[in-house]
């Protein structure tokens, strides 16, 4: 199993500025992913995070907005940018499963942008 | 895209009954997540399975992988139960790794 530690757990940011998010996995995993959560709503894949390589997006999602760092196999970060009301979202981040193994969610990070 | 169904999206019930929370996916699957998430965000993962039954204490996933439909029981529910259930199944559909789409989960309150 894993432990994925994820912070802030919380912030309020004004409009315009940026934040990063850290996601610190106990172990080593292939594939973390980011997700975001907007308010009454599901979790939504935002992007793979792959090791030595860009991240992957889903559609509606871009790497100006959301740049994702990958630098080893046990950490990563997401940067929410420019942000505006609208980012207002819980953002977690996830790691597996390796084959036949429960997937591991970090705690979530909620976000209000002013 | 795989496209996932929860039902239902609300469940009030007492202390001690049976709770059924079903999950509909449109396209097939080699396993599907079972997830549980508290207020504030937390999300657990209860079960990962790709066929038949899984058991762990009180609750009970069940996958018919041929009707695309799984279930989470509850048996003898607790007002520690009260959580937002989530189903998740591989985001194109396929083999089950960390690349999912979510039902938009169920939200059970369990009164004493």
């Known amino acids: 199993s894993a432990v994925i530690s994820q912070k802030p757990s919380r912030d309020i940011c004004q409009r315009g500025t940026s934040l990063t998010i850290q996601c610190q996995v106990d172990s080593q995993v292939t594939m973390m992913f980011w997700y975001r959560q907007q308010p009454g709503q599901s979790l939504t894949l935002i992007a793979t995070a792959n090791q030595g390589s860009e991240a992957t997006y889903e559609s509606g999602f871009v790497i100006d907005k959301f740049p994702i760092s990958r630098p080893n196999l046990t950490f990563s970060t997401l940067t929410v940018s420019n942000m505006s009301p609208e980012d207002s979202s819980i953002y977690l981040c996830s790691a597996g499963p390796e084959a036949n193994e429960k997937l591991f969610f970090g705690s979530g990070t909620q976000l209000s942008v002013l | 895209k795989n496209e996932v169904e929860q039902s239902p999206q609300n469940l009030t019930a007492q202390e001690g009954e049976f709770i059924t929370i079903n999950c509909s996916y449109s396209?097939?699957?080699?396993?599907l997540h079972w997830l549980q998430q508290h207020p504030g965000g937390g999300i657990v993962s209860l079960f990962m399975?790709?066929?038949g039954k899984k058991k762990h204490g009180r609750l009970i996933a069940t996958i018919n992988i041929q009707e695309k439909h799984s279930s989470l029981h509850i048996t003898a529910s607790h007002p520690r139960d009260s959580a937002v259930y989530i189903c998740?199944?591989?985001?194109?559909?396929?083999?089950?790794?960390?690349?999912?789409?979510f039902g938009q989960g169920t939200i059970l309150t369990v009164h004493p």
């Open positions: 399975l790709s066929s």
């Open positions: 396209v097939g699957i080699s396993a």
């Open positions: 998740a199944v591989p985001f194109a559909g396929g083999t089950s790794y960390g690349k999912l789409t």
